[in-house]
Structures are given as C-alpha cells and as structure tokens.
C-alpha cells in the first residue's frame, strides 16, 4: 500500500486553516492574481515567442491556444486540490494526500528540474534584455565574457547572477515586501505588452499571415510544445497557500484568471508580432519584441521601453519562481524528506531565510556558466510529468477522499482531468525520445534519493502514530 499523508493531516501540520508553521497571512487575491502573472510572464513571451515562431510560422497562434489548453485542464485540478488542501506544497502535497509518498517525491524532485532551469533559464534572458536595454540608452552593451556563460561565448554571465541576487534579498526581507514588488513588475509588464500590442496592429497586414501554417501539422505540434515553456509557473500560485488571507476560495479563483488574462495576452502579442513584420522576422530573433516596435516605429525608443518592460517582467518571474521553489522545499522538510534547514523560518522576517539563500546559490551556478539549451526539453517533459499526476491526483483524491470539502470542483470530472493526462502525454511524446531517455533517468535518480534518505527520514510514520494515539486516547468526562 502506498504512504498517503491525508489532506487533514497536511493541514494539521502547516496550519493552513490557522497561521501556518511561521509564515503570516498577508496575500489578498489581488496579489496572487498578481504574484501568478508574474510567475508566468516573462522569458516565454519576451524571449521564447521567437523560438515558436520558427516552428510553426504564424500558426503560433494555434500553438498559443493548445498549450493554453493543455494548462487549463490542469488548472481546473489545480484549483479544486488547493482549495481541498490549502497548503505550501503545491503539487508535492497533492500527489502525497492522493498517490502516496514515493509519488510526492518523485513530483518534488521534478519540481526542483522545472524551477531550477525555468529560474536559471529565465535569468539568461533578463541578461539578453539588459544588454538591449543599454545598447538603446547609451549605444553600448555589456562585454560578452560578462553577460554570457562558456557555452556561449563568454567567460560569466554577471546580470543572470545579479536577477537571482535581488530577488533572493527581496525574497527574505518577507512576503509582505515581494508580493507588493511583484504586482507593481506584474502591472508594469501588462501595460508594456498592451502597449506592444497597439503598435503592432498598427501596421497590421494580413499578407504577413500567409503562408498560415508553413510547416503544417508538424510545426504547429512543435510551436505547441515550445509555446508550453511560456506558461511555466502558474502552478506557483497554489505554494502561497499557507500566506493568502483566505487560501480556499482566493488560490483557485486567482489560478483560473490568470490563465485566462495570459492566454488572450499572448495570442494578442504574437498576432501583433507577425502581422505587423512577417514570421521570417521574428523567428530565431533574439528579444524579438524590440525589433519589431524599432522596425515599426522606425526609432531604437520604442524598443528600448519594450526592452525596459522585459527587464522587469523577467525578473518578477525570477522573484515569484523562487518563492515557489522555496516554499516546495519548505513543505518536503516539513515531512522529513529533504534536510531540515528548509524548513526554518525566520521568526523576524517569517520566510524560510536559510533555505532562501542556498536556493539562490544552486540556482545561479546554472544561470553563470552553464548553456541551457541542452536541458530545456528535460525541463518541459518534467512539467508535463508533474501536470500529468495532478490530474491524477484529483481523480484519486475523489475517489478516496468524496467527502472531503472543497471550494472549487473540476467540471465535466472525470473528463477534463483524462483530457489533461491525454494532452500532457501528447506534448511529452512531442519532445523526442532522447528527452524521454534523460528523462527516465533523472527519475531513476530521484528514486535512487528516496530510497536513500526521503523514505529513511519520513515523519510519516510517528505522525500517523501520534495522530491514531491522539483518537484513542480516552477523553475526560
């Protein structure tokens, strides 16, 4: 039988229905509608679009739309498990109150893939943009050995470093403090992207859309499966469950806007791209966005405040993704499963301080030196994966758990779930076998890490004990 932790014994333990192991209620829906745009926002958008666009011409459209689909399914699991189980862990906790502990491992140990290489991959592009940024405000650009790794030509990349840096500062100061940076950055890039989007149409033609779809089915299955790193994130909105005002009904209602602010902005932002330039000058362009309000407005201005907006919209990805990775962290040391300095929080700043640092640290090893590219496939199948348990998960909870309460119900269930493990599966199938094959074995070393210390260390065990001693236990008359 698998080691399930029920949904009451996770909520007993963080303190979800009180004020949560250490960390303070202070996020209103506002700012997790906020705290969600700015988790997904960011490099898929200002520096990705390019890389879709390659595949499937103006079709990125298409692509947009299915991706957001595929998101969506999940999202209706997502928000009916955060309300049941208003807890840090997100789809960690999920998986370990439906599927059972190995499985929970498993999506955290997938989890620090999907964060570590979107945050590491992320500040790389916040690095692009900053060049961009300076080369429209003085004429000059950073020395290539400074803002780019071995792989890419240069010796470090200091900006991706210096992204991770502040929002790590920004990160321990408190949640109250980051939540409000990331709605201000959240608005900011919302209003920058609008703004795009009205000079892009501006000298819209529709003969930059034909060829439709240039590579047919196959690039817009391609498009698909790039375009999905755009919506890397959402999920971090369901890790504030122990730091939102009221978890059960303001998680799931912001995790459903957001997705759909995020799909029209961005099927907006691509059809303005290609119909104002045509497919060929945006595909495979480095910040891409820029070119094309230069080339429209004929002045390195307008770029430069689309290059403005990048900067800051790519950083509040970084700030939102690592609250995320932390706060996983946090609820995986709370079972035991990883080491216990995760789990420290600060009695003065209520964040977890420690665990803060030594994620940015592990993060802008990757971010300075290292060339993501090769690993980029691995991050997407590793979402996917973890998409793919959550709609799993709240088949499993449904079934053995009916009466558990909820605020939010999946519609359609059990259909949209299946859809969602069917989707997830197609776009996993998408990336090739040789990411399936390090993909496989990157599970089998998380597996190996369960066994060796995750199951040795677990606090399942003596809190089931504790908790079944607690009903025996007579009570006084």
């Not at 399930?4 to 009180?18: E, F, T």
């Not at 359609?412 to 076998?433: D, H, I, N, S």
Request: with cysteine.
């Amino acid at each position: 039988m698998p080691r399930i932790k029920s949904p009451a014994l996770l909520v007993a333990a963080s303190g979800a229905d009180r004020e949560g192991h250490g960390l303070r209620r202070t996020m209103g829906l506002f700012q997790l509608v906020c705290f969600g745009v700015g988790a997904i926002v960011g490099t898929g958008i200002f520096v990705g679009l390019s890389d879709s666009v390659a595949q499937a011409g103006p079709a990125v459209v298409v692509s947009f739309v299915l991706a957001a689909i595929t998101c969506v399914f999940t999202a209706f699991a997502f928000a009916e498990l955060a309300g049941a189980i208003p807890v840090s862990g997100s789809s960690y906790s999920f998986a370990y109150a439906s599927l059972g502990e190995s499985t929970a491992f498993v999506v955290g140990w997938c989890l620090l893939l999907e964060y570590g290489v979107s945050v590491s991959a992320v500040a790389v592009g916040w690095s692009q943009y900053v060049n961009e940024l300076l080369d429209s405000l003085t004429g000059h650009q950073l020395p290539a050995a400074l803002s780019a790794g071995p792989g890419d030509g240069g010796a470090v990349n200091l900006p991706a470093v210096l992204v991770i840096a502040m929002a790590a500062v920004l990160l321990v100061r408190g949640v109250r403090e980051s939540a409000r940076a990331t709605a201000a950055m959240a608005v900011l890039k919302i209003a920058v992207l609008v703004v795009f989007c009205a000079i892009g149409l501006s000298a819209f033609r529709d003969g930059n859309l034909t060829p439709f779809t240039p590579a047919g089915l196959g690039g817009i299955g391609a498009g698909t499966t790039a375009a999905f790193f755009s919506y890397i994130g959402f999920d971090a909105i369901t890790t504030a469950g122990e730091e939102a005002r009221n978890p059960r009904r303001d998680v799931p209602v912001a995790i459903l806007v957001c997705m759909g602010v995020v799909t029209l902005l961005y099927c907006a932002v691509a059809l303005a791209a290609i119909g104002a330039v045509g497919g060929d000058e945006v595909g495979g362009r480095p910040a891409a966005l820029s070119h094309v309000v230069d080339k429209v407005t004929g002045s390195s201005v307008g770029g430069g405040i689309i290059a403005f907006g990048a900067v800051v919209a790519i950083a509040s990805v970084v700030l939102a993704v690592m609250y995320g990775q932390t706060r996983i962290l946090l609820a995986m040391a709370r079972d035991g499963l990883v080491p216990r300095v995760f789990e420290r929080v600060s009695p003065r700043t209520a964040t977890p301080v420690a665990g803060t640092l030594i994620v940015a640290v592990v993060f802008a090893l990757p971010a300075a030196f290292a060339s993501l590219d090769a690993v980029m496939n691995l991050c997407t199948i590793g979402t996917l994966a973890i998409m793919a348990v959550v709609n799993i998960a709240v088949i499993a909870l449904r079934r053995r758990d009916p009466h558990l309460a909820r605020t939010f119900r999946v519609p359609l269930f059990p259909l949209l779930p299946l859809l969602g493990v069917g989707c997830c599966l197609y776009l996993m199938y998408e990336t090739g076998w040789a990411t399936w094959l390090q993909f496989a074995l990157f599970l089998a070393a998380g597996l190996v890490l369960y066994v060796l210390y995750g199951r040795r260390n677990s606090r399942l065990p003596q809190v089931t004990r504790d908790a079944d001693a607690a009903v025996a236990e007579p009570q006084p008359a």
